[in-house]
């Protein structure tokens, strides 16, 4: 399909106009990424949007950034460090748990977020015309910035107490590839689903949660029986959260096998993702 | 200027379904759905919103479609914007098309007017470079430059509308599909749109516009598409679409260019005039207009016929009408007063007739004013506005390098031209409408 809004030049200077043809039948799944490239310009400003609002008329303003995650662990390190004493690979657990909680956080932030962003951004669906999948895309900026303030803080805590993370924390890069590609492909779903059926509204926190619990984020992977290891390595997010602790805190690598299934899973949501939004993009304007 | 087709429809058709019992929106109903009928959409009825809408739009050129409540306008506007997909058929389009369904699509209240800029102009499909560009124009059409860091919530809505469409009309897509934006805003405003459209039109890029305001659509566009329940029932001259939807809004042909008195009205009467018709005295106005439902060709003969009642005569009863432009101009005035008038000496019915020969009213629609008072004690005995609606085309003027645009003059007026060489040669011609 021919996009017509990649160029803009005045009419005059086109020998032949693009010509575009508006057909009943629906697009290609990996035109998406196409998409996404070609309107990465409103996704920006979408993006821009959601942050400017984010903290528009709050006192803290943009400290919440910071204190969100600190608040978080603190919380976490009572319940389940203190109280429940949870091991966590023997590293101090505030540590452990603040740099699960940042992965958590950039990978339920964008599911969350991406699921509900088209029926929140209805007004646009039924008025204007782009790639319906800049919408969900939008959500990812955000929840990459969370992201990079919390690793900012974490290196300062592990410098502080001289824990300095060796050369594997240039891994960081493709485990936070992975996440928002996994959460991406969620949201994809989630977002397609919900403008006709809105139980998902309901739904996703509570599966977010059980997944929250399902997932090596209060606790380390190593603490899980051997015999229920492969069902638990089921979930991709086991082994690309336990990659992005490795990375930064020396924690054991999860191991070749469950990190090629993580990778192998998140493309097969993500192609999952695109293909279910495809079909049924060209509805949203009506059952909106 | 190429002469090439901007837009192409070709059995186009929209069937939306429309369901017999509450549509299943929870995936628990839908699936009690499916388990029930395993082949679906048994339980819904079908209702074509467009079914086999053919047409060609050439570039450069402004095209108005109108049409009654339901007949498919907001639909066709939707395909060809691509908010939503066809059911049957195709559109092919050449060039960047730039739809405005609405003004201020995605304007947040929280954020500043410099924000919502950015922000409504990369929604409509601009570049962040492209708006940057025209940023400048953008706040000075808008009349914002005070309020830029302001939120728009504190906006007056004249402010807000006003920065809305600017965004908009500063998109330059070369196929620019508007609807009915100019409902809103002050009288002003809605003339700078209008005139905003009209560059468009005139710069070459193509504007398909749909509205309910005959004035705008008389104004903007040489040709209509008349919709009416999902087909295209006339496509042609604006002056003959307004004519036709006239008709059909009325019920019936004899509505266009005619008026009859309140007590003689059957039924709702004239709702659109806003007379005072206070005796009844004028008891029925018609225009006969050169061609027929109301429409006519600039240059024609034009007469306008009045049925006036005088159950008194008095020595300063004095009668006059007016011809009054889409834009609420007095174009044409004419009266009857003369002193030895014999309305003034004899009571009685009188039919009155105005014959105008060459009746060069500018294209566009034009209603009527009348007036009948006693001078001396000032007393008003009817005074009607708006009656007797009609439309003027400019058929027999064509002029082939510069076509006829919205706001070129109120009214033609026919001349003999000469033109002298330097060599004492004497060229002569005529400028007849």
Request: hydrophobic share 50%.
């Amino acid at each position: 399909m021919a996009y017509f809004c990649i160029v803009a030049v005045p009419p005059q200077e086109y020998a032949e106009p693009p010509v575009l043809v508006i057909r009943p039948d629906s697009a290609r799944t990996l035109g998406l990424a196409g998409d996404l490239w070609a309107f990465r310009d409103l996704l920006w400003s979408l993006a821009d949007r959601d942050l400017r609002l984010r903290y528009r008329q709050t006192i803290l303003g943009v400290a919440w950034v910071v204190l969100q995650p600190l608040l978080g662990a603190l919380i976490f390190t009572f319940v389940f460090g203190v109280v429940a004493g949870l091991p966590s690979d023997g590293v101090p657990y505030f540590r452990f748990t603040f740099a699960s909680l940042a992965g958590w956080g950039l990978f339920s932030g964008i599911v969350t977020r991406a699921s509900g962003s088209l029926v929140q951004n209805s007004g646009l669906i039924a008025k204007v015309w782009f790639p319906r999948a800049v919408i969900p895309a939008s959500t990812i900026p955000a929840a990459l910035l969370d992201f990079a303030v919390a690793l900012i803080v974490l290196l300062v805590m592990l410098v502080a107490g001289s824990a300095i993370p060796g050369l594997a924390v240039l891994l960081v890069p493709v485990w936070v590839l992975l996440l928002v590609l996994l959460a991406l492909g969620l949201g994809l779903i989630g977002a397609a689903l919900m403008v006709s059926y809105r139980d998902v509204q309901h739904i996703l926190p509570v599966a977010m949660q059980l997944l929250l619990y399902a997932s090596p984020v209060a606790y380390a992977a190593s603490n899980i029986p051997e015999r229920f290891r492969h069902l638990y390595f089921l979930n991709p997010v086991v082994a690309l959260l336990e990659g992005l602790r490795s990375s930064l805190l020396g924690t054991p690598m999860p191991g070749g096998r469950d990190m090629l299934h993580a990778v192998v899973v998140t493309l097969l949501v993500l192609w999952l993702g695109a293909y279910l939004f495809r079909r049924l993009e060209r509805r949203f304007a009506d059952v909106i | 200027m190429s002469s090439s087709i901007a837009v192409e429809a070709a059995g186009l058709g929209k069937r939306y379904l429309l369901a017999r019992q509450a549509r299943a929106t929870t995936l628990p109903e839908r699936l009690a759905q499916l388990v029930r009928s395993p082949f679906g959409g048994s339980d819904d009825e079908e209702l074509w919103a467009l079914r086999d809408v053919a047409f060609a739009i050439p570039t450069g050129s402004a095209v108005g479609i109108i049409g009654r409540n339901g007949a498919g306008k907001s639909t066709l506007l939707k395909i060809l914007s691509r908010i939503t997909p066809p059911t049957t058929g195709e559109v092919r389009l050449r060039g960047r098309v730039g739809s405005l369904l609405e003004v201020g699509t995605g304007f947040h209240p929280e954020l500043t007017g410099r924000e919502n800029i950015f922000l409504n102009g990369a929604i409509l499909g601009m570049r962040r470079r492209e708006i940057a560009a025209r940023f400048d124009a953008i706040v000075a059409f808008a009349e914002v430059e005070r309020f830029l860091e302001t939120p728009v919530k504190r906006y007056s809505s004249g402010m807000y509308v006003r920065l809305a469409f600017a965004v908009a009309a500063h998109l330059e897509p070369e196929i620019l599909v508007v609807d009915e934006v100019l409902a809103v805003g002050d009288a002003e405003f809605q003339r700078k749109c209008l005139g905003k459209m009209g560059e468009v039109a005139s710069g070459g890029r193509t504007v398909i516009f749909v509205s309910h305001a005959m004035p705008a659509v008389s104004a903007l566009t040489q040709r209509v598409l008349l919709l009416d329940r999902g087909s295209c029932l006339f496509d042609g001259p604006t002056a003959e679409g307004i004519a036709k939807y006239r008709a059909l809004q009325g019920g019936g042909e004899a509505r266009a260019g005619a008026y009859l008195a309140p007590d003689l009205a059957v039924g709702a009467g004239d709702s659109s005039a806003q007379h005072r018709a206070l005796h009844n005295r004028v008891r029925a106005a018609r225009v006969l207009t050169s061609d027929p439902a109301g429409v006519h060709r600039c240059g024609e003969p034009l007469r306008i016929e009045f049925e006036l009642d005088v159950p008194q005569p008095a020595s300063t009863l004095c009668f006059s009408c007016k011809l009054v432009d889409a834009e609420d101009r007095n174009i044409v005035h004419l009266w009857c007063f003369d002193a030895g008038t014999r309305f003034r000496r004899d009571a009685g019915r009188y039919t009155l007739r105005f014959e105008v020969p060459r009746a060069r009213l500018f294209q566009g629609s034009y209603t009527m004013r009348a007036f009948l008072s006693d001078r001396r004690t000032n007393a008003m005995f009817d005074e009607l506005h708006g009656i007797c609606p009609f439309e003027v085309t400019m058929d027999g003027v064509a002029r082939d390098d510069y076509p006829w645009t919205g706001g070129d003059c109120a009214y033609l007026e026919g001349a003999e031209w000469a033109l002298e060489h330097g060599d004492g040669a004497v060229q002569r011609g005529t400028v007849t409408p």
